[in-house]
Nanobody, 124 residues
């Protein structure tokens, strides 16, 4: 019904920035609430940030508040994650997720569709 493809990951030094993109195909993009999650080596998947269908509401994990910014461009069927002041502990595979109805953006099980992930590595 919807396919998600992440891009923009890479290797960056601590204090640097990266901009991740998630492009969707299938059903109209504006039907979906979106989220970013990440999974670091040896750790469980964790919530990063969520955004509602219009972009009018956003929700951030405490660990990234003030450093990461989520946005979306429904005309381009794309959601973005601007990551600034990156830290080594931000190193993880970052996943984009989508769902038509979300009660709690921080719960991964709320999302039906997931991308394949993009690797972010932050060196000290």
């Amino acid at each position: 019904q919807v396919q998600l493809v992440e891009s923009g990951g890479g290797l960056v030094q601590a204090g640097g920035s990266l901009r991740l993109s998630c492009t969707a195909s299938g059903r109209p993009f504006s039907n979906y609430h979106m989220g970013w999650f990440r999974q670091a080596p040896g750790k469980e998947r964790e919530f990063v940030v969520g955004i509602n269908w219009s972009g009018g509401r956003t929700y951030y994990a405490d660990s990234v508040k003030g450093r990461f910014t989520i946005s979306r461009d429904n005309a381009k069927s794309t959601v973005y994650l601007q990551m600034n002041s990156l830290k080594p502990e931000d190193t993880a595979v970052y996943y984009c997720a989508a769902q038509t109805g979300v009660g709690n953006y921080a719960q991964g099980r709320q999302y039906r569709y997931w991308g394949q992930g993009t690797q972010v590595a932050v060196s000290s």
